[in-house]
Structures are given as structure tokens and as C-alpha cells.
């Protein structure tokens, strides 16, 4: 798999039957590697081990309506309250981050109302706030580490 922009973590793979899997440590349960997944895992090493999210408030690849249409999220995180802090759409790293990738984030954001989005291809990140009171997103440089950003 192709070296993406996250530190490097100690992931768990193995072959069985010609088929790479890789282990999720959300679910707990193997899943067979595709580039995505090789992304969704990176990421949620990133925000569990580098931004102190706890992996109990993390939720991956779970079904959402989006004007009545079944879409699937890749990863939530909640705050301490229940309520969604965080939305993350991963790419795989040849899929481009455009206008339509963003509005598809965008799109998921209107059913869960996170504060903060998140959409990487695993070589390129791109972070925001949201700011209801004026309906826009302020793009950030990074994400906010989970204790900095506790209401």
C-alpha cells in the first residue's frame, strides 16, 4: 500500500486465502484492505494517537439518511456529551479532494450537525469549523487535539 501523509502507526495485517486484512481496532474485527480502508485506518490512528480522541467516542461506517437516502459515514467522533464532534470522510489517495468530494461531506453534515469536518485522501487533509450562528466553515490548518477541543 502507498505511503500516506500520518505518522507511521503499527498496524495489523495479514494474508489469508490471497486477501490482505487489515485490523480495526474501532470494531475489532478484521476487514479486507482496500486503498479506503488503508486510509480510514490510518486515520483513526491519527486522531486516537496523536489528537487524544478516545477510541470509545469513535464510531466508523455507520448508515445515515441524507434526504431519505441511505449513505454510510466513514468515522464520527462524539464529545463527552453524545453529541457528534467530529465527521471524517476518507478518500482513497488516488480519488482527488474537489469541490464535489467537499459537498459530499458537506451533504452528510446537514443530517449529524458536527462541529468540526474532516476529508483526507491520506495525502492531503483538509479541516473546518463549522460556524452555525453564520452558516459557513472556517477551514483550519490542523484539527483541534480532543482535550483543546472540549466545550
Known amino acids: 500500500m502507498e505511503k500516506l501523509k500520518f ?3 503499527n498496524l495489523l495485517i495479514k494474508s489469508k486465502e490471497n486477501k490482505t486484512f487489515i485490523f480495526d481496532s474501532v470494531r475489532k474485527k478484521w476487514l ?3 486503498p479506503e480502508e488503508w486510509v480510514r485506518q490510518h486515520c483513526i490512528h491519527y486522531l486516537i494517537d496523536y489528537k487524544g480522541y478516545p477510541w470509545g467516542l469513535i464510531q466508523v461506517e455507520k448508515k445515515l ?8 459515514y466513514d468515522i464520527i467522533v462524539f464529545n463527552r456529551e453524545g453529541a457528534i464532534n ?3 470522510e476518507c478518500k482513497r489517495p488516488n480519488v482527488p479532494i474537489t469541490q464535489k468530494t467537499f ?4 451533504q452528510y453534515n446537514l443530517a449529524l450537525n458536527s462541529d ?8 492531503y487533509h483538509y479541516y473546518c469549523q463549522m460556524d452555525f450562528e453564520q452558516k459557513k466553515y472556517v477551514f483550519l490548518k490542523d484539527l483541534p487535539s480532543f482535550k483543546s477541543n472540549l466545550k
Request: aromatic letters at 6%; glycine letters at 4%.
Open 7 to 9: 505518522p507511521d502507526f
Open 86 to 88: 467530529l465527521l471524517v
Open 116 to 123: 468540526y469536518l474532516m476529508l483526507t485522501n491520506g495525502l
Open 65 to 72: 439518511k441524507v434526504n431519505k437516502i441511505e449513505k454510510r
Open 32 to 34: 479486507i484492505l482496500s
Open 103 to 106: 459537498d459530499q461531506i458537506a
